[in-house]
């Protein structure tokens, strides 16, 4: 039965002997006679609604709900203990009494309140009252449906702290979202993404030409190739541009997208991300003047360079040691360099080798011959340094130097200096 306040119900005649005779005069499931009083009516619709129904005066006081909305919405709910007017301390999530709700619902002809009340079950219980005014000859009521939407507010709290995880990610890690409605030719972009083109909040008309304006002359013609090849071979798209700003400042931007297609086959949607890489763009640039800048001095200097593995194998010879064998750089890299190491140094040379690998950074000098392209003999000096430790290089780095001329001066002036002496020795 439903609960109202203690004087209502027990008066003759009123909304509860109203709602008996109602529910004797028809069975369970039949339609009420349209010819009833609307206390007869109110009350049979607050006893045979399958959801929870709650009366309330214009000035905010709840004057009765039906059992479903006691039992099954409010439940346990310690701000319901004393039934109906139990409903009276009720107040919006926003602040708004049910009194000022009352009034909003009558001038309005509609409205919507939600409220967190405590529970005996659980910390808060999330409520929702749809309510219509209810005119009668006494003044005027409304009458409000109530549901339960705690579990609707949390699926909607998850998500709601899901999506600011990834809106600080994507803060983060500056990046932006898109959605590319094709056939409407709309675009919808996170907030990030206008950041990253140097739009303010809410700039992005959704237009393309507005995407187009910013993306470098240059690079627009690749891109609009690309998204039209990934469209056409029903792959990803995955791109590399620059982004130009009002203020000419250019930044560099990475996107990605997949697309959706219709049944008949024509693309509907292109979702995906678009990410900044300056730094990285500009990183690698460095990199890369860095390297050039290596390789000439590599290439000029007068000592030859080569990398070569654990196992002897040559990554890598410069143009300058090519030179000094007579050879071209790929026949080197392509050969064992040890097989021109003349047979009687090539013990030595094993044995410098071996320990050059068994300590991380050693750095071991000596000399040996190869065989220069004409078949003669040429001294080089070598130092090997042991960087297989250094991802950046993974191998042995060995310097080597042509010292041909000075072993043969050494050899000449250590012959000259005995024949000095015995010619002073005879004066």
Not at 3 to 23: I, K, M, W
Not at 143 to 163: K, P, W
Not at 308 to 322: F, K, M, N
Not at 349 to 358: A, F, K, N, P, T
């Amino acid at each position: 039965m439903p609960t109202y306040l203690p004087d209502e119900g027990s008066r003759p005649g009123g909304l509860s002997s109203a709602v008996e005779q109602a529910g004797e005069s028809a069975p369970a499931g039949a339609a009420l006679p349209l010819d009833i009083a609307p206390d007869t009516l109110l009350e049979a619709l607050l006893s045979r609604s399958p959801c929870g129904l709650v009366l309330i005066s214009s000035d905010g006081t709840c004057l009765a709900l039906n059992e479903r909305a006691e039992r099954q919405v409010l439940g346990t709910a310690t701000a319901v203990s004393n039934g109906a007017a139990g409903l009276q301390p009720i107040v919006s999530d926003e602040g708004e009494s049910l009194g000022a709700f009352a009034a909003r619902v009558l001038q309005d002809g509609a409205g919507t309140l939600t409220a967190s009340i405590p529970s005996a079950d659980a910390p808060e219980r999330a409520i929702e009252l749809q309510a219509v005014p209810w005119r009668h000859d006494d003044g005027a009521t409304i009458v409000a449906s109530i549901r339960d939407v705690s579990a609707q507010r949390a699926r909607e709290r998850v998500l709601r702290e899901s999506e600011e995880r990834l809106r600080l990610a994507l803060q983060a890690a500056r990046m932006g979202t898109y959605d590319w409605d094709i056939p409407r030719g709309r675009l919808t972009w996170s907030r990030e993404h206008e950041e990253l083109w140097g739009l303010a909040p809410g700039e992005f008309d959704g237009t393309y030409e507005m995407f187009a304006s910013r993306v470098h002359p240059d690079d627009l013609p690749a891109v609009d190739h690309g998204v039209a090849r990934c469209i056409e071979a029903r792959e990803p798209f995955a791109g590399e541009f620059r982004v130009v700003w009002p203020d000419g400042t250019v930044r560099w931007i990475a996107g990605t997208g997949e697309f959706e297609f219709g049944p008949t086959g024509a693309p509907l949607k292109m979702r995906g991300v678009v990410r900044e890489i300056t730094e990285q763009k500009v990183a690698e640039a460095r990199l890369q003047a860095s390297d050039r800048r290596f390789r000439s001095v590599v290439e000029h200097a007068w000592d030859g360079i080569s990398i070569s593995r654990e196992d002897g194998t040559l990554e890598y010879v410069s143009p300058s040691a090519a030179r000094m064998l007579g050879e071209e750089v790929d026949r080197l890299v392509a050969h064992d360099l040890a097989e021109r190491v003349h047979p009687a140094d090539r013990a030595r040379m094993e044995s410098r080798l071996d320990e050059v690998r068994s300590t991380p950074h050693a750095v071991v000098t000596w000399s040996h011959r190869l065989r220069h392209r004409s078949g003669e003999y040429r001294w080089v000096e070598v130092t090997a340094t042991n960087l297989l430790d250094d991802p950046a290089v993974n191998g042995i780095v060995s310097n080597f130097r042509d010292v041909t001329e000075r072993r043969q001066a050494t050899t000449t002036c250590g012959w000259r200096m005995p024949r000095c002496s015995r010619s002073r020795a005879g004066c």
